[in-house]
Structure formats: structure tokens, C-alpha cells
């Protein structure tokens, strides 16, 4: 069938695409309408935890489009960044503040020994044998974290000015959400600036091209790749950071959330750090907004099966599939990266 | 050396490309902004040994590429024998006579020099797919495997594995799988390139008697002059993905084009 | 016969040193039924394990493992799934005994021929995306299949707490503890029918992978460039690969249905996935042996090292040396996972198995130059 152009615009869409969208817009009007403060909750809710993907697969997209390791310990990493958070408020009496700036710093000196220990000897191999030795990484700090603070969950608590409400009239969103929201913009802005726009991100997508070429011209790549592992290493823990001091911490956050941070980055398109946010935000999205919209269909057509219990968790692997039937690259990646 | 009067060298290949064993019209293969082949024409006749040279980065392994479907061509057409193979996936041309060498020694590394040749031969004689679990695999298929390994002489290294053989070996191996294809046109991609003047000989000796005793035809990417003056019957010249000239050596070598990419008004080397 | 030993590392030079040209060619079928009728004895010897019935959970698992390197040491494919066949394998067995009172025989042929084609489908789509796709694509199918188990469409599957009661055929007996097989009056050891089916299994593998099929697959593993430059359709036979692997994998599942009596959610898990994979690399997968071994270090490691409480040298009846252990073996894993990183560094297909292998063989060349005449 024929594509259908959009009036006002150059472009155009398929009569398919047309009433998935047609689908999209009207679950999310009756939704709104049907349940207002629900759904500003879901939408808030897929805000956060998107943006919380965002920020682990950025830096798992950093270290694979950069350096070419997949880095399956980056969950593990997020996860240290909470429980350095619980250590550094819980034990230590940090104030949060500080433990904000301090956390994420702890997991990049632990970033730091990955990679100077194990990641520099994987550079030029086969990806697998980088994936592989990450994967034994994660159960090591896995096990370090449940030895040292043990298996049950874990929660801090939150300074005074960010547990109270914000009121939004039909409901009321809690301000270390909007916290979370805003630091999470403001860091993946500053990511964004200083892979595209300082000389020092410059050299180093250089060297990421042409290895040899960057270092004759002087470049330092070894400084440049510890440097840009432990970036995406804190904040993976800066994410953790956020997530431990709204939600609480467990050990099994890490498998959790690097099988997230992988879709994101997939679906996004590997090697695009502008793909990692807009599938990050589009997978928060969807996961917190489908059992609304499926529960709104079964309120309103009394379709009661239509309310899957637990679809939520399912959302980010079926986009997925979705994504990488039809576009095998993810939505914005790069050709002949890791075909 | 005089300049030759260029219209006695051919931009274009002469002959029909259909008619020819190997042949192409308008081949382009375009990566983003940049074309490493341009509208290449070519018609390599029956039991030709055709030199393609050129300057680096003229072009010519991405036409090879192409040329094997490892990678899709942006335009043109590919006709082997006559027929039209543009769009024929890379696993089945061997099963219709076209066979390659790799510059870079391409090999199954870990098994030994015996099983990689045999698997070439069961391949070739079960086709790109076959479902066969059952036995070890046929004894008349280890039988041809060694038939070619003593034609190209690594008899007595085949239960060496394959990563631990000399380059010069390496290269002989390489052209010994690509023969197991029972191949009726070959393209063999710098095979000399790397090796002592030794190993050279041996690897130059193999490729004239692949020529001669089995009548195939040929297509050798080389830089070494010597050896393409020595043993090609004709030579395309590339550069920057298009045909410079095609002619004989002789002819080619005194193209003042080709002189011109090669050595930017430089002649002594010619 | 010595184009073998290279080709798919079946053994070990080792054993192609002795005069028997036989012996060497069956090295696996051999080793294999060494190792199903030696390993309850072993186990249960006191300073080891002391019991006998997680043997059974020992060869099952090695027969899944053996099974996942058909993907990963033969074919070079990387899946972060492989748990689902095991799971479906175990489920449509249990399925079958409890919901629809049908026999074994006919429900464990139901599973095979659904992993079959599920593994076909899935094969279908994702063998040819790259090696992390296709790693993430099979993790996102086999936590699809964990939801689904879950989900308990139509009371099927259970939820959480799965499938546990009247999923046992009606040929297993349990006294004391101890499951035995009854058939027509005749009874023995529930292990025995265990070792049976695991030697089989291990059998099929062995003969695909030295089948021209599998000879291959190995090809590809090598260089699949090559391999399809050479006239290797290498999309169909990853296809396959999946295929066979996935099947073996649900017959291990069936097998592990009888033995846990049911069907849990924890096999369908990507921890499950995961150990697999540990269990493979560790062992080593250049090796047919090496998940089997692999296998063995991981479930004797879980075992072993977490009832340890203290660790005395040389001997508990000559104590010189004793070190307190309790709290820091509970956490074994981490040591593995050491050993695993360590693994991959240095020696990534080659393992526990090649170094034993590579270390027995030096010393068994190093008795013989002692005995050679120049």
C-alpha cells in the first residue's frame, strides 16, 4: 500500500503506521481522561525510569561505541553506586549531597581497576571474549556486594527538602523524582557537550576511527580510553545513586537493569549516544504505560483477559524484537558496527 | 620506453562481457560518499591470466568484492560464463566455478591443513546446504583433499594446523582451498604479497601451472611488476575505481595514464 | 586418524600417543560412559560429596551444557537464552503428566518436537543479526519464555510455584528418599536410567558434531567469512545448529523433570542462562569434554564449598596448617568468577578441560622422551 504524506510536512506514512499511532494517540486521551492522576503517575514513573536507563545505557553505549567492549558489568556498576549511596548515608552519616558527587566517583576509581586490569588486554579481540569476561566481572561484584552488605534489600533515607510531595492537583509526584529527572537531563546534556562538542571528545571519536593515525598525531588514547570507561562508569553509578536514594537497592538490580541498559542501547542503535536517549525514554515510557493503557482498554470494553498482570516487565524485550526485526541497525545506529 | 600511442590500450575492456568467462558492465560499488568502484567494465575471455594493478586504494580487493558478492554492488552487472550473477549470494558462486584467494590469508585457523582443504571438497560436491549426521564424512572427499594438497605440494604438512604454517605456506593453502572448489575462474588477491623471494617463486611456479595444466582462467591482483610482465596474459589497470587501461603488459606499461597514477611523471620505474 | 584431533578436539593427543587407532576414534563414547557409570561412585566418596543424589543433577546439567557448546564451541554462537529449552523441556514433560495424565514417553516427545521448532523459529530470525544481537535477541526470547511460565496461560504452567505434584511417571518409585525405576516388576536405581540417557545424549552430540554437518559447523566457527566464500550456506546450518541444540537441551529438561518431579520457574531463569554459560567457557569450549567438566566444578564447587567450614592441611587427622573458611567460601562464586575472568584473559577457548589436557599431555611426553632412544 501506498504512504500517505502528512499535510505540513515533507514526509509521509504508511496507512499501517498511520493507525498504529491512531492507536497510540487515542489509548493515551482515554487514559488521561479515564484516570488523570494515574496517568500522570505513569507518565512521570516512565520519565524516571527512563531517564535511569538512559544514564546506565550511555554509559555502556560510551564504552561500546568508543572503545568496541560490550561491558556487561556496567548493572554491576549501577549497582555499586547505591550501595556506595547506602554506605557512604546509612554507615557513614554522609550528608546526600556530598554522596551525590562522591558515589559515582567511587564506582569510576572501580571502573578504573576494570578496565586497567581487565578491559585494556580485550581491546582488539574478538567482542565476544570482551562480553565474556565482563559477564564473570559482574557475578565477582555481585558476590562482593551481597558479602559485604548482604542479600536483603537495602534503602536510605532521603534528605528532608526531596521526600515531600510536589501537587500537581490530581495527584502528587514525589520531588526526588523530579530531582532524579532533573539531574539526569542536566548530566546527559553534559555528556553530549563533551563527546560533541570539546576538542577532548574530538580526539577521542578520532581515535576511535583510526587508532594508530590519533596516537601519531600525539594523542594519548590510553588516557583517553580509561578516561571515557570511567565516565560511563559513573554515571552508570551516579544512576544508581538516584535510583538507591528514590526506590531502595537489592542485589539483583544489577541483572535487572544491564539486560535493560542493553535493550536500550540496542534498540536505540549501538554506537548512537542520541539513540540511547530517545529508546531509553520511549522503553521507560512503554513499560510504565502499557498496563495503564491495557487496564483502561479492559475497564472500558469489560475485557478483563486484556490485563496482563506484570506486562510491564515484558515491554522493554518485546520492543526489542519489534525493533530489531524491522531495523536491524536499532533506530539510529551505525552501519557495519558490530555486524 | 617510448610512449605508446595510447588508443592502442583500451579504457574499456574489449569483448563482450557476456561472452567472456568472467564479465561485468557498469560495476559500482558506492560506501556513503565514496565510490571504490566506478562503472567497471570488464571482460575476461576463456583461459586469460588477467593482472589487475594499480596504486593503493585504487580498488581493487573492493572489486573483487563485488565481483564475489562479499559485497553487494551498488550498480552494474556480473555475468560468469554468459550468465547474469549479479545478485547471486556469495555461498553458491562457488558451486558455480567462481572461486577466491584472500590478501590476508583467510583460513580456519585452528583445524588442520588436511581439514581445511576437505572441508572445500565436501562442500563443493554437497552443495552450500546438506543435512548429513551420519559417519565422519565421505574417505573419497579426504582422498581429493590430499590429491589437491600434493598438486600444490603441502602433502607433508598436512596434519599441521593451519595458523602455525610459514605465511608462504599459508598463501599455498589458501589457493589450494580455492582450487577445491574445482573453481573455472579464479581470482587470486595479491598472492604474493609478504613472502620471501623464495616463497614467491613457489607461490608465481603454482600460479602458472594452475594456468596452464587446468586451463583456468584467472585474475590476479599483484603488485609485483616482475611477476606481471612474467606470467599475465593482459593487464587492467585501476585507479581510484576506474579502469585506467587494459591491454598487454607491453602495452599498458607505456600508457602514459597509467604512468601518471603510478608515479606522478616519474618513468624510471617503468 | 589424526585430521580428528585438530578438527573438532574430541580428546587428547594423549590418547592418540597409544597404539590403539580404535580407542582414539571413540574417545568420546568411551569417556562418556567412563564418566556416567564413575561418577555416583565418585561423589559419594566421604571426602568428597558423601551422597549420591546429586550426581543425577551433575549429568543432566553436563548434557545441557554439552548441548550449549554445540552452539558456542562448535558454531561460535553466543546465546543468552539456552535456559528456555531446558525449561520447555522440563514444563511439557510435567504438563503433560499432570494436566493431561498422559504417559512420559509421549509428553517428552511433545517437548522435543516443540523446542524443535521454537528453537527453528527463533533460529530463523536471529542468527544472522551480529554475535551481541543475536546474544541480546535469544535473552529477550528466553525472558519472554520465563513470563509466559509465569503468566500460567489456561493454569498450564503454575506460576511461581510451577508444576509439583502428579508430574512423576507412574514407573518411579520413591523409597526412603531414593527414587528407583520399576518396570514390569523389575526394579533398579532411578541413576542408572539417568546415566542411560545422559550417555545417549552425549552420544548424539559427539556423532553431529563429527558428521559432515558438524565438521562444518566448525568451519564456520573458524572464519565464517571464509566459510562462505568457500560455498557454505551458513545461515542455514546456524539454523540448524540452534535447532539440534535447542532439542538436546529439552531432552536434558525431560530428564531433570523426573528428577525434580516437576517443573519450577527458576529453570527458565537468565541466572540459569547465565550458569550455563559459565559452566561451558570455564570448562573450556574448544573441547567436548570441556562443559562436561565445567559442569562438574561449578554444581561440585556449589556444593562442596558451601558446607566448608574449616580447611585443613594436609590432612583432618595430621591438622598442621587450618584456616577458617565458613563465611568466605559461602560466597564461591566470586572465585569462580575469578577463575572465569582469568579464563578468558588468558586462555579463552581452551579452559579447565585444555589445561588439564595441555598439562597432562607435557608431563606424558616429558615420562616418554625418558624412555625414547634417540
Known amino acids: ?339 | 620506453m617510448s610512449e605508446t600511442d595510447t588508443s592502442t590500450t583500451e579504457r574499456a575492456d574489449t569483448g563482450d562481457a557476456q561472452t567472456a568467462a568472467l564479465g561485468s558492465t557498469g560495476l559500482t560499488k558506492r560506501f556513503g560518499g565514496i565510490v571504490a568502484v566506478d562503472d567497471v567494465d570488464l571482460a575476461v575471455p576463456e583461459g586469460e591470466l588477467r593482472a589487475i594493478i594499480g596504486p593503493n586504494g585504487a580498488g581493487k580487493t573492493t572489486l573483487f568484492n563485488v565481483l564475489t558478492h562479499a559485497l553487494a554492488p551498488t550498480d552494474g552487472t556480473v555475468y560468469l560464463h554468459g550468465e547474469e550473477i549479479t545478485d547471486l549470494p556469495q555461498e553458491q558462486r562457488p558451486h558455480r566455478g567462481l572461486a577466491r584467494s584472500f590478501q590476508s590469508n583467510q583460513l580456519f585457523n585452528e583445524l588442520s591443513v588436511l581439514e581445511n582443504v576437505r572441508v572445500v571438497v565436501q562442500t563443493i560436491e554437497s552443495g552450500p546446504f546438506s543435512f548429513d549426521l551420519l559417519g565422519e564424512g565421505r574417505s573419497q572427499h579426504r582422498e581429493q583433499a590430499l590429491d589437491i594438497l600434493d598438486s600444490v605440494g603441502l602433502t607433508d604438512k598436512r596434519d599441521v594446523t593451519a595458523k602455525n604454517l610459514s605465511h608462504g605456506d599459508q598463501r599455498r593453502l589458501g589457493i589450494a582451498m580455492a582450487l577445491a572448489t574445482d573453481p573455472s575462474v579464479l581470482l587470486l588477491d595479491e598472492p604474493t604479497s609478504g613472502l620471501g623471494t623464495n616463497e614467491t617463486g613457489l607461490v608465481t611456479d603454482l600460479i602458472e601451472s594452475v594456468h596452464q595444466d587446468l586451463g583456468l582462467t584467472l585474475l590476479l591482483i599483484e603488485h609485483d611488476m616482475d611477476i606481471v610482465l612474467s606470467i599475465s596474459d593482459r593487464v587492467t589497470v585501476l585507479d581510484q575505481g576506474r579502469v585506467l587501461a587494459t591491454g598487454t603488459p607491453d602495452e599498458v606499461r607505456g600508457d602514459s595514464e597509467v604512468q601518471e597514477a603510478y608515479l606522478g611523471g616519474m618513468r624510471e620505474e617503468l | 586418524m589424526s585430521d580428528e584431533s585438530a578438527t573438532n578436539r574430541t580428546g587428547g593427543g594423549l590418547v592418540s600417543g597409544l597404539p590403539l587407532g580404535t580407542l582414539n576414534r571413540y574417545k568420546v563414547p568411551i569417556g562418556a560412559l567412563l564418566l556416567v557409570l564413575l561418577l555416583r561412585p565418585l561423589v559419594s566418596m566421604e571426602f568428597l560429596l558423601g551422597y549420591g543424589s546429586v550426581a543425577n543433577t551433575i549429568l543432566i546439567w553436563m548434557l545441557f551444557a554439552a548441548s550449549f557448546n554445540l552452539l558456542l564451541g562448535y558454531t561460535g554462537l553466543l546465546s543468552f537464552g539456552h535456559a528456555m529449552f531446558l525449561g520447555i523441556g522440563a514444563y511439557v514433560t510435567a504438563i503433560g503428566l499432570s494436566r493431561f495424565s498422559s504417559s512420559f514417553v509421549l509428553s517428552a516427545i511433545v517437548a522435543l518436537a516443540l523446542a524443535g521448532v521454537v528453537a527453528y523459529l527463533i533460529g530463523r530470525i536471529t542468527v544472522q543479526k551480529g554475535e551481541i544481537y543475536f546474544a541480546m535477541l535469544t535473552l529477550a526470547f528466553g525472558t519472554t519464555a520465563h513470563f509466559i511460565a509465569n503468566y500460567n496461560p489456561a493454569g498450564l504452567t503454575g506460576g511461581t510455584t510451577g508444576i509439583a505434584g502428579g508430574a512423576v511417571p507412574a514407573w518411579i518409585e520413591t523409597e526412603r528418599g531414593l527414587k528407583y525405576v520399576n518396570l514390569g516388576g523389575f526394579q533398579f536405581d532411578w541413576y542408572w536410567l539417568v546415566a542411560a540417557a545422559v550417555l545417549v545424549g552425549l552420544v548424539v552430540l559427539w556423532q553431529i558434531v563429527r558428521s559432515p554437518f558438524g565438521r562444518t559447523l566448525i568451519a564456520i566457527r573458524e572464519n565464517k567469512e571464509l566459510a562462505r566464500a568457500m560455498g557454505i550456506n551458513t545461515y542455514r546450518y546456524k539454523v540448524w545448529a540452534f535447532t539440534l541444540s535447542g532439542v538436546v537441551a529439552a531432552y536434558a529438561g525431560t530428564i531433570l523433570e523426573i528428577n525434580e518431579q516437576g517443573a519450577t520457574l527458576s529453570l527458565l531463569t537468565v541466572e540459569t542462562s547465565g550458569d550455563v554459560i559459565l559452566m561451558t567457557v570455564l570448562g573450556g569450549a574448544n573441547y567436548f569434554f570441556g562443559p562436561v567438566a565445567g559442569a562438574f566444578v561449578w554444581l561440585f564447587a556449589e556444593d562442596y564449598l558451601t558446607d566448608f567450614e574449616m580447611l585443613v592441611l594436609p590432612l583432618k587427622e595430621i591438622p598442621i596448617v587450618s584456616l577458617e573458611l565458613a563465611g568466605v567460601l559461602a560466597y564461591w562464586q566470586f572465585f569462580l568468577g575469578l577463575l572465569f575472568v582469568i579464563a578468558v584473559l588468558i586462555a579463552p577457548r581452551e579452559g579447565i578441560w585444555g589445561l588439564l589436557r595441555d598439562s597432562l599431555e607435557t608431563l606424558y611426553d616429558r615420562l616418554r622422551t625418558g624412555e625414547e632412544d634417540v
Open chain 1, 1 to 339: 500500500m501506498n504512504a500517505i504524506p502528512i499535510p505540513g510536512t515533507q514526509r509521509s506514512i504508511t496507512p499501517a503506521g498511520g493507525i498504529v499511532w491512531g492507536v497510540l494517540v487515542l489509548l493515551t486521551v482515554m487514559s488521561a481522561i479515564v484516570r488523570p492522576g494515574l496517568f500522570i503517575d505513569q507518565v512521570i514513573g516512565g520519565l524516571v525510569y527512563g531517564l535511569v536507563l538512559v544514564l546506565i545505557a550511555l554509559g555502556l553505549s560510551i564504552v561500546l561505541g568508543l572503545l568496541g567492549i560490550v561491558n556487561f558489568a556496567h548493572g554491576a556498576l549501577f549497582m555499586l553506586g547505591a550501595y556506595f549511596t547506602f554506605q557512604l548515608m546509612e554507615v557513614w552519616g554522609v550528608s546526600f549531597w556530598v554522596t551525590l558527587v562522591v558515589a559515582p566517583l567511587g564506582v569510576g576509581l572501580v571502573g578504573v581497576a576494570i578496565e586497567r586490569g581487565v578491559l585494556r588486554h580485550l581491546y582488539d579481540k574478538n567482542p565476544l571474549n570482551g562480553l565474556l569476561a565482563t559477564f564473570g566481572i559482574a557475578l565477582m561484584l555481585g558476590e562482593a556486594t551481597r558479602a559485604i552488605w548482604g542479600g536483603t534489600p537495602r534503602s536510605v533515607v532521603a534528605p528532608q527538602v526531596l521526600s515531600m510531595g510536589f501537587d500537581l492537583g490530581v495527584t502528587t509526584v514525589s520531588r526526588i523524582r523530579l530531582f532524579t529527572v532533573a539531574v539526569a537531563v542536566i548530566v546527559i546534556a553534559a555528556v553530549y557537550l563533551l563527546i560533541e562538542r570539546t576538542d577532548f571528545g574530538l580526539s577521542v571519536r578520532a581515535g576511535v576511527l583510526d587508532r594508530e593515525m590519533a596516537e601519531f598525531l600525539g594523542v594519548n588514547m590510553n588516557v583517553r580510553f580509561i578516561s571515557m570507561f570511567v565516565l560511563g562508569a559513573a554515571i552508570a553509578g551516579l544512576g544508581g545513586v538516584l535510583r538507591g536514594a528514590a526506590v531502595g537497592m537489592d542485589v539483583g538490580m544489577a541483572n535487572q537493569f544491564i539486560i535493560l541498559a542493553f535493550v536500550v542501547a540496542v534498540v536505540g542503535g549501538i554506537g548512537s549516544l542520541f539513540g540511547s536517549v530517545v529508546a531509553g525514554l520511549l522503553i521507560g515510557g512503554a513499560s510504565y504505560l502499557t498496563p495503564l493503557y491495557l487496564s483502561t482498554l479492559a475497564e472500558v470494553t469489560t475485557l478483563e483477559f486484556i490485563n496482563i498482570p506484570g506486562i510491564g516487565g515484558l515491554v522493554p524485550y518485546l520492543v526489542m524484537i519489534v525493533v530489531l526485526l524491522a531495523r536491524p541497525r536499532g533506530l539510529f545506529g551505525q552501519e557495519g558496527f558490530l555486524e
